[in-house]
Every structure is written in C-alpha cells, then in structure tokens.
C-alpha cells in the first residue's frame, strides 16, 4: 500500500503511508480517527499489515545497531555512534507500535 486514501462527506485526504507512518501522537490521534471513522475494514487490515512490517524492520534495525554496539569498546566513537542510531530507530519502533495500537484499537464509529 503506496498511498491510504481516506474519503468522507466534505472530500478526501490522501496519506503517503511510508512518508506519513510513524508519526508523532498528536497528528496520529486525528488521522486515526479519520481511519477508523471513514475507511473500510480492508484498508484498514491493508494498512496495519504493512505498518507491522515496518515495525518489524525498526525492530530488526535496533538488533542490527545493538549487536555493532556490542563489540565495540565502551568510549569509542564507533560505539557512540550504533548507540545513536540505535536510540533514533528504538523512537520510531514505539512511535510505530503507537501507531499500530490507535488504529487497530478504533473500531467505525
């Protein structure tokens, strides 16, 4: 799913989901609402789908930084840096399983 189109009485937005997802909880509260309220129950799993999958690959980074992080001696830069790019992807894991909970918690309504 390249783009979620949400339709609804006044007209439509049209969300980027890769460009889009994972956002910060202020604007995902708004656009779950859009989701749950307007789209179908098929885009709907469609989208969930695919935002577990980049959940997953978040994940899967975080494990790749760790494991860099690891061998690595505690003061070096090289560490410092795994452990920063660890840190910034682990933000936008939780973002996503945020994310993730809004939208497959809201039912139509």
């Not at 889009?20 to 909880?25: A, G, L, R, S, T």
């Not at 061998?71 to 452990?83: A, N, Q």
């Not at 939780?94 to 809201?106: A, D, Q, T, V, W």
């Amino acid at each position: 799913m390249e783009r979620l189109r949400i339709e609804y009485k006044s007209g439509y937005m049209e969300l980027n989901v890769e460009v889009f997802f994972p956002c910060k909880m202020p604007v995902m509260r708004k656009a779950a609402r859009l989701i749950n309220s307007y789209c179908t129950d098929e885009a709907r799993v469609e989208l969930l789908s695919e935002l577990r999958e980049m959940a997953d690959g978040y994940k899967a980074l975080c494990e790749i930084y760790t494991e860099k992080a690891e061998g690595l001696p505690t003061d070096s830069p090289e560490r410092k840096h795994w452990r920063a790019q660890f840190n910034k992807t682990e933000v936008l894991r939780k973002r996503m399983e945020n994310n993730i909970s809004l939208i497959s918690g809201g039912g139509k309504g």
